[in-house]
C-alpha cells in the first residue's frame, strides 16, 4: 500500500518524490490507477491554489477525472 506515503510527499511539499512514486503506483500497479486518482482528488481539497496547480498536473498525467 504505497498511497499513504504519496499523501505524505504531497502533504510535505516533497512534489518531486510524490510524481516518482505516483508514477511508480502506476507503472505496477496499472489496475490499481483508481485508487490512486481518487487519492489525488481527495487530497486536492485540502491544498492551497499553488499546490492544487502541481497535484492537477500528476492528475493530468493519469487521466484521472
Do not use: H, M, V
Not at 510535505?12 to 485508487?35: P, T, V
Amino acid at each position: 500500500e504505497w498511497l499513504p506515503f504519496l499523501e505524505g510527499y504531497i502533504r510535505s511539499g516533497r512534489w518531486n518524490q510524490a510524481e516518482k512514486l505516483a508514477a511508480e503506483i502506476f507503472a505496477l500497479e496499472g489496475n490499481y490507477a483508481g485508487g490512486l486518482c481518487y487519492t489525488l482528488e481527495r487530497i486536492r481539497a485540502d491544498l492551497n491554489a499553488q499546490e492544487k496547480n502541481q497535484i492537477e498536473k500528476i492528475i493530468r498525467d493519469y487521466n484521472c477525472r
